[in-house]
């Protein structure tokens, strides 16, 4: 049992603190303590959350250097707001749109995660990083110049206004550089249900046999080949599940906002990411979801510091990545954790005592 509770008890940990935030946040907003402003940065975190945690499965688990995940995130934005158009007046029940939307936003999300990771996986290091960076910027571009439209007749497709001809009583859902009007069809409750589902993935796969080959290949290419581990195809595993939990975030994502544009999904965004996995911990999933939270709200908490916020946040993202790769600061928190957990032993002993001593006057 303890040996058990001692392989599980960072992944209960990393549930509990989701669930308890999740609690948290509820009871503020039912009880009027958040503002609006506030209440709208819960899904965004949402989303950011699954794409930290996703990207960590590929850049912390897998080893590889990925810059081109805001590409996927974009794909199954516009993919979840052109079926939440389609299937709208078919479907009057919004949950189902926005849960079949995410459905079909990560299932093309996972179908260009393996059009682009056949042969992006055949390269390592720094190959692998630019050519993702390229296959992103190609994502959005051609995201950027289609336009999309529905009438009686169904979908129309053309990277060129003039060519997309549509019926009469014809509707456009996606405009080129203009993008998308979507509806806000996302809700907190399915933000959360979508990280859990992220991290019951994520995960059970990084525990599972597959997980082992995978951190084998990380650490060792050479010998995993040699004990016939098929090197390509696992990564291949852990960059397509990560590129459909990007989809459907990014399906969340396009159905939160009256209207999206492909410029939202480009080199920066996936720089975002990875800064939240790496400032999180490369592999530490749990690392991953507190540092997407409070690093996407940290921007926006010092707009009244205006002319100055963006130094202030580059100087917090620096000092963080200092202490969390210093020895000495790893060091330091050890003595703390240690000390906290000896207390509450005490604590436990004492009052187990004490209710001893009680019973037996």
Known sequence: ????????????????????????????????VLTRSVKGYLIPICVYIVLAVSLNLVVGISGELSLGHAGFMGVGAFTGVVIAACLKGVIDNDILR?????????????????????PVLRLRGDYLAIVTLAFGEILKNIIGNLYIGKDALGLHFAFKAENLHLAEGGKKILEGPMGAAGEKLATFGVGFALILFTLFVVLNM???????????????????????????AFKMKAFVTAAVLAGMAGALYGLNFASVSATK????????????????????????????????????????????????YAIVLIVVMLMTWSPK?????????????????????????????????
């Open 1 to 32: 049992m303890k040996n058990w509770l001692k392989k599980n008890g960072k992944n209960f940990a990393t549930y509990a603190v989701v669930i308890i935030a999740f609690i948290v946040m509820q009871v503020l907003s039912n009880a009027g």
């Open 98 to 118: 926005l849960l079949l939307a995410m459905a079909g936003g990560g299932v093309v999300a996972g179908v260009a995660g393996v059009l682009i990771g056949i």
């Open 206 to 232: 990084v525990n599972s046999k597959e997980g082992r080959a995978i951190k084998a290949i990380r650490d060792n290419r050479i010998a995993a080949e040699s004990v016939g581990i098929n090197v390509t």
């Open 265 to 312: 999904f480009d080199f920066n965004t996936s720089i975002d990411i990875l800064v939240f996995v790496v400032l999180g911990g490369m592999g530490n999933i749990l690392g991953s979801v507190i540092a997407a939270a409070v690093l996407y709200v940290l921007p926006e908490a010092m707009r009244s510091l205006y002319d100055y916020r963006m130094i202030l």
């Open 329 to 361: 600061f790893k060091q330091m928190v050890q003595i703390v954790t240690a000390w906290i957990k000896d207390s509450v032993r005490k604590l436990f002993k004492k009052s187990g005592k004490e209710v001893g001593l009680n019973e037996e006057r």
